[in-house]
């Protein structure tokens, strides 16, 4: 197999679930990690119970790790100071604990609400500049920023997948354009964990659907191309022919979340 020992993070979340069976081809021995529990380990797996912001357990949790699917952390909007410690510090830890152990490669599930305040009238590449839409959103932003520094400064390569909505079905009009299909998204995390060279690389995770927001030329190098399409899912959406679209969850990339409440604490 390609790897002796792969780690994913967050894996007892929605997509962790689904990538603890369609990786195990990729490594001997999987390493799955969460703050959750995982249940027992099967062939080919180890666990590790643990918080992210936890520096000493990521340590010792990255020992002979080669490569990283980094999918830990708060998944939605929630208060800055929960954020800061599940992704900031809890990427920060990974990151500093991953170069220390010579890992070669994190794929990081980075997210669209890294430009959510785009709006449904813009078309961007991974050089446009970055409009999170939530404390979440910068959250994302900084665990890029703290993997473009690491490949600068040490060498240890990174994908940010900035993904759009991996769920089983689109769940609104929203979705259809930001939809990425679990097998679409073990194909993005298979081209960007086996190119050759990645450096650091910018990848929008989001399946042949009809309409697009996001353009990844600029992530050609890693030959990823989408199979599925929300297109399957027309019926149960309906294209209204409005354009611009001017229904509020539709107005910006992130949807609803460049509209939630903002929390600094509880
Ligand atoms: P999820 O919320 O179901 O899974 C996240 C996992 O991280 C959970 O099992 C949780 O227990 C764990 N976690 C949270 N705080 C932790 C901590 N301090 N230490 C250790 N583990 C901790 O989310 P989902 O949908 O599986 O997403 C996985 C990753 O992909 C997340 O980083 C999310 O931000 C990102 N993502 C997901 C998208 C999607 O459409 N599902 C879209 C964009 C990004
Ligand atoms: C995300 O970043 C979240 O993790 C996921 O739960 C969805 O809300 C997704 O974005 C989305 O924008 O649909």
Redesign the pocket.
């Known amino acids: 197999k390609p790897f002796k020992r792969l780690l994913l993070?967050?894996?007892?979340?929605?997509?962790?679930k689904i990538l603890r069976d369609r990786i195990k081809p990729w490594a001997d021995v999987v390493v799955l990690?969460?703050?959750?529990d995982l249940g027992e380990a099967r062939e080919g797996e180890e666990i590790v119970q643990?918080?992210?912001?936890d520096k000493a357990a990521v340590m010792k949790m990255m020992e002979g790790v080669e490569a990283v699917l980094?999918?830990?952390?708060?998944?939605?909007e929630n208060t800055f100071e929960n954020i800061m410690?599940?992704?900031i510090l809890?990427t920060a830890n990974v990151y500093e604990a991953a170069h220390k152990q010579g890992v070669k490669r994190i794929i990081f599930?980075?997210?669209?609400?890294t430009v959510g305040f785009y709006r449904n009238t813009d078309y961007i590449d991974a050089s446009a500049p970055t409009r999170p839409d939530s404390f979440?959103g910068v959250s994302?932003c900084f665990g890029e920023q703290l993997a473009s520094y690491y490949w600068d400064r040490t060498g240890l390569e990174t994908v940010s997948l900035?993904?759009?909505?991996?769920?089983p079905e689109p769940k609104d009009r929203r979705m259809m354009v930001t939809w990425?299909s679990y097998d679409d998204l073990v194909e993005a995390l298979r081209r960007s964990l086996f190119a050759t060279r990645v450096g650091y690389t910018i990848l929008f995770?989001m399946s042949d659907n009809d309409v697009a927001w996001w353009d990844n030329s600029k992530a050609a190098h890693l030959g990823y191309q989408a199979k599925d399409s929300s297109s399957q899912f027309d019926d149960h959406f309906p294209d209204t022919g409005e354009y611009p679209d001017t229904n509020a969850a539709v107005t910006y990339h992130g949807g609803a979340f460049a509209l939630a409440e903002m929390r600094y604490k509880d």
Not at 9 to 16: E, P, R, V
Not at 50 to 53: E, V
């Open positions: 993070t967050g894996a007892a979340g929605g997509l962790g990690s969460d703050i959750a643990c918080d992210l912001a980094h999918f830990g952390g708060i998944s939605t410690h599940a992704n809890g599930a980075s997210s669209n609400h979440y994302k900035r993904i759009g909505s991996s769920f990425l995770g």
